[in-house]
């Protein structure tokens, strides 16, 4: 099984103004297994394919993680950023499931 060091990025929505909300994000270091490695590559009728993963990390959670559960946005891993479609708890570790390149707001 590979380690997994790298950064999450959790989102905290707030109103800049009245009825406008922006993401502000936050990174934070975490330390883990890559606990399934797999990638697929969709859309043969294109011109440019796009490229999913379909990897699973197995990261030490800590009180911040856990309390904001709802707010995970990506992960950042092998040069590129991830979108976490899936968390589980199993606690004291949260297993993060990715798919498709982020192309949301970053820190």
Do not use: C, H
Not at 29 to 50: C, H, W
């Amino acid at each position: 099984m590979a380690r997994f060091s790298g950064k999450v990025g959790f989102s905290n929505s707030s109103e800049v103004r009245p009825g406008v909300w922006e993401d502000s994000i936050v990174e934070r270091q975490y330390y883990g297994d890559v606990v399934r490695d797999q990638r697929k590559i969709n859309s043969p009728d294109k011109v440019l394919f796009d490229i999913d993963i379909n990897n699973s990390f197995s990261i030490v959670g800590d009180a911040y993680a856990e309390n904001n559960l709802f707010a995970i946005r990506y992960v950042r891993w092998a040069g590129a950023v991830w979108t976490v479609t899936n968390v589980e708890v199993r606690r004291p570790r949260l297993i993060l499931s990715i798919g498709g390149v982020y192309n949301g707001p970053t820190a």
